[in-house]
Nanobody, 115 residues
């Protein structure tokens, strides 16, 4: 089993920044992809960004040039630096780890962008 613990959510004004962290532990293989997804009220969960162990990242168009995903392989931790936040970024953000055919999820952390 794999456990994911997220931190860093909160309330921020439009234009502000937040940094999310997610630490993984448990039975983790040598190759795995980590990422962030989000779910706004009344909407489906959507991809925000993913990153491989080698640092190859994929971003949703809506967050390109504003969000940066990074990863510390030694600590099995993934980060999401969110800048220039907009009200439409408000959602519960979920950490994800995918290895082999299995996908694991964190409990989610709320991000609210409001004045």
């Amino acid at each position: 089993q794999v456990q994911l613990v997220e931190s860093g959510g909160g309330l921020v004004q439009p234009g502000g920044s937040l940094r999310l962290s997610c630490a993984a532990s448990g039975s983790i293989f040598s190759f795995y992809i980590m990422g962030w997804y989000r779910q706004a009220p009344g909407k489906q969960r959507e991809l925000v960004a993913t990153i491989t162990g080698g640092g190859s990242a994929v971003y949703a168009d809506s967050v390109k040039d504003r969000f940066t995903i990074s990863r510390d392989n030694a600590k099995k931790t993934v980060f999401l630096q969110m800048n220039s936040l907009k009200p439409e970024d408000t959602a519960v953000y979920y950490c994800n780890l995918a290895q082999s055919v299995t996908s694991y999820w964190g409990q989610g952390t709320q991000v609210t962008v409001s004045s």
